[in-house]
């Protein structure tokens, strides 16, 4: 006998079944045919219990929200032969706004939405466990740095409190200089501190070694998106593994929206106000391209379209002239590096201009 048919034996056969996913205890709701909740319960949220619970069941279509336990246990619901539907929770609205909120109203409105129209999902697809666990290399080089940041503005701000001032200087010497500058007593509360720094900057260093391994190895279409200059292994890396398939846009151009790097609308009527960015999408990637933009219209930046883009919002004036150009380099760095990316083309900083003055002449 196969298993499909020892699950269905098992229990009822299910229309449609929403998971409302929490960190001890998990509830569900099935629906049957008539859009009835046939039954309901609760299941730990531990692998071999979620696995127990789902091979319970005849194959159907499971419902669940975008979260920290979502990518295994999506996976693993596919092994066990059901439908799996991951939705966007930013985007349903009757749930994550909703003023009767509950576990069990969740779970059944999860199974509601994938039985009657799973387009209000919005529906993410998770990358694979490999490129999950790749992508974790470069989350925990940007905690490591966030972390020695903190340990470095501590110690400046401590040691200016005594009347010392431990000079400019980058990051992997900071350690190095402040036990050289910081004396006495002070030195003793502040050289813990400084060894935890260094130990950082340590840990930082082979996150940098390992992320450029998988970018020359595993991951070697980051070479066309690194021949822009200020695009390093870094952000060529996690833009491959963040948007994880090239194919699922139709246009470049919408690379940008999906980053949160358009501005973002709140239209009604005959208002519609100018908004920021909508900052939607992954935040890590965002920053990394900003950091990338500001590099383009950095005094190492070469003459390029993108540079000489923001130098003309720049120019513009006005508040936050700066911060605004370097947004909208980061928006056109993130189309451009999907065009390379899908077309393996060779990288011309000046093509567009080149193209105009090829059509005036």
């Known amino acids: 006998m196969s298993k499909s048919s020892k699950r269905s034996k ?34 730990s949220t531990r692998l ?9 069941m005849a194959p159907t279509t499971m419902a669940l929200e975008a979260g920290p336990h979502s990518p295994w246990i999506s996976r693993l619901l596919e092994r066990c032969g059901h439908e799996v539907i991951v939705a966007n929770p930013a985007k349903v609205p009757s749930i994550s706004r909703s003023r009767s909120k509950n576990d069990w109203r969740d779970a059944e409105q999860l199974a509601r939405l994938a039985r009657f129209d799973r387009s209000m999902l919005h529906e993410i697809k998770h990358r694979t466990e490999r490129a999950q666990q790749d992508l974790q290399v470069i989350r ?8 020695r940041s903190r340990l470095i503005s501590h110690v400046r701000a401590t040691v200016k409190a005594h009347g010392q001032v431990i000079g400019r200087c980058s990051t992997t010497a900071f350690a190095g ?11 003793e509360i502040v050289e813990p501190i400084l060894e935890a720094i260094d130990k950082l900057s340590a840990t930082i260093d082979a996150y940098e070694r390992k992320i450029e391994q998988l970018a020359a190895g595993p991951y070697a279409e980051t070479r066309w998106l690194m021949q822009i200059k200020g695009v390093g292994a870094l952000t060529a890396l996690a833009y491959v593994l963040i948007l994880g398939d090239a194919s699922r846009f ?27 960015i909508s900052k939607e999408g992954d935040r890590l990637m965002r920053r990394l391209l900003v950091q990338s933009a500001h590099y383009i219209l950095g ?5 390029s379209d993108l540079r000489r883009h923001g130098e003309a919002i720049a120019a513009r004036g006005g508040k936050n002239a700066t911060k605004r150009a370097a947004v909208a380099v980061a928006r056109k760095l993130a189309v451009l590096l999907h065009h390379l990316w899908i077309s393996h083309d060779e990288y011309v900083p000046l093509f567009n201009h080149k193209t105009n003055d090829a059509i005036a002449a």
């Open 10 to 43: 098992r229990g009822p056969e299910f229309v449609s079944v929403g998971l409302d996913v929490s960190d001890r205890k998990s509830c569900w709701v099935g629906l049957g045919d008539d859009g009835k909740v046939l039954e309901r319960g609760q299941v």
């Open 48 to 56: 071999p219990e979620i696995e127990k619970w789902a091979m319970g």
């Open 140 to 147: 925990s080089r940007d905690a490591a740095v966030r972390a």
């Open 177 to 187: 200089r402040a036990g050289a500058v910081v004396t006495g007593a002070l030195l």
């Open 250 to 276: 139709r246009r470049s151009r919408m690379v940008g929206a999906y980053l949160g790097l358009v501005p973002a609308r709140d239209q009604s009527g005959e208002s519609d106000p100018q908004k920021g």
């Open 299 to 303: 005094p190492f930046g070469i003459d």
